[in-house]
């Protein structure tokens, strides 16, 4: 399995930004999430999907703002995370995370660790 995340960039406070992550080998049935890590900061967990792309979860700082979905009809899996009311404090490198996990919920407990699968992750800025 192998996971391509992209889309990062520079904003700022109040714009928006659509990460993907593409996915490639049997990552059908995994649950596939996104978290970050801000210079100096651990890596949080940022928001995640279920295989079928029915179940989401949050993290609180995000709720409203972000939206993760998925796709899962081509060979090559894809995910999104749509960032809107993007806030100074959103900046971080972003990864995104696929694992045989049980639910979305499940991925944020982990925290992250423990998780299969990373992809490479992208640089997000927003300036105020």
């Known amino acids: 399995v192998q996971l391509q995340a992209s889309g990062g960039g520079s904003v700022q406070a109040g714009g928006s930004l659509r990460l993907s992550c593409a996915a490639s080998?049997?990552?059908?049935?995994?649950?596939m999430g996104w978290f970050r890590q801000a210079p100096g900061k651990e890596r949080e967990f940022v928001a995640a999907?279920?295989?079928?792309?029915?179940?989401?979860?949050?993290a609180d700082s995000v709720k409203g703002r972000f939206t993760i979905s998925r796709d899962n009809t081509n060979a090559k899996i894809t995910m999104w995370l749509q960032m809107n009311s993007l806030k100074p404090d959103d900046t971080a490198v972003y990864y995104c995370?696929?694992?045989?996990?049980?639910?979305?919920?499940?991925?944020?407990?982990?925290?992250?660790?423990?998780?299969?699968?990373w992809g490479q992750g992208t640089l997000v800025t927003v300036s105020s």
């Open positions: 080998g049997p990552t059908t049935m995994f649950v």
């Open positions: 999907i279920n295989s079928g792309g029915s179940s989401t979860y949050y």
């Open positions: 995370a696929a694992d045989e996990i049980l639910s979305p919920q499940s991925m944020a407990t982990t925290g992250g660790t423990g998780l299969d699968y």
